[in-house]
Structures are given as C-alpha cells and as structure tokens.
C-alpha cells in the first residue's frame, strides 16, 4: 500500500508540474509545437527569457535566440516568439537591445526573424501572415543589412 501511494503521489505531482507549463508570456504566444516538447524546466527558462526580453535585457534576448527548440516545427514557433517580442517592444528599441551582437547572432536573429513573420500569426487573426522583415520592420532590416 506504501508503495501505491508513493507511486500515485509521484504521478498526481508530475501530472501537476506537466500542466503549468507556460504557453503565454505577458502576451507572447509560445506555440504548440514548442510547449509540448519542453519540460517543465526548459519552460520556466523559456518564460523568464521572454519576460527578461521584453524588459529589454539584451543578454536575456540573445540567450532566448539561441534557446533549443528543436528544429522543424518548433523553428517557426521560436521564430514567432521573437517576431511578437520586437512588435511589443518596437523597432528602435530592439536595435538598441542590438547594439553588442556580433554577426553570428545577428544572422541567426535575421532568420528567426523571417520565419517568424512568414509563418507566425503575429496579428492574432488565426491565419498564417506571410509577411517580411522588409516590409514590417523597415528600420530592423536596415540595421541588419548594415551590420551583417
């Protein structure tokens, strides 16, 4: 019977802990594909990035470019994390965050950046934008021309 309910505590305490998983940040939509594939470490990492992000910690927004995601899937999804987290935070504000990123960051930053906007649904309506860096951050896509 002791061992039942040890086992049973375990269970009911990671079914608890699986549930808590974020999948919304002050606003900012993880994705599906990203929060079931997380644990519930990797989750609160995640979160505490995207809030220290859009407190415009630069440290914090080049550890969440470089957060593991899982490829594929999860790509697009990391992508429309950081498309959401420069549309909160604004163009000139997020060059400011920039400004000690090497080309290396800038680079990887300048590709989730394009699948975020392709395929994210940055403006809430439930279908795929399809947009560019072009187009909706004129001001971010020069910077990046200029410094990569």
């Not at 909160?88 to 990887?108: A, H, S, Y």
Request: charged letters at 25%; hydrophobic letters at 35%; one cysteine or more.
């Amino acid at each position: 019977m002791k061992n039942l309910t040890i086992k049973n505590t375990i269970v009911i305490c990671s079914i608890f802990l699986l549930g808590c998983k974020n999948d919304n940040v002050e606003g900012v939509i993880l994705g599906n594909t990203i929060v079931v594939h997380q644990d519930y470490s990797e989750n609160k990492k995640m979160s505490s990035l995207i809030k220290s992000s859009l407190n415009k910690d630069s440290k914090a927004f080049k550890q969440l470019i470089h957060f593991p995601t899982g490829g594929a899937q999860g790509s697009y999804d990391h992508g429309f994390i950081i498309t959401q987290i420069i549309y909160k935070n604004g163009e000139l504000e997020t060059i400011k965050i920039l400004k000690d990123f090497n080309k290396k960051n800038l680079n990887l930053l300048q590709g989730l950046i394009s699948v975020g906007l392709a395929y994210g649904d940055n403006n809430y309506d439930d279908k795929i934008d399809n947009t560019n860096i072009r187009n909706e951050f004129p001001k971010l896509f020069k910077y990046l021309n200029e410094k990569i």
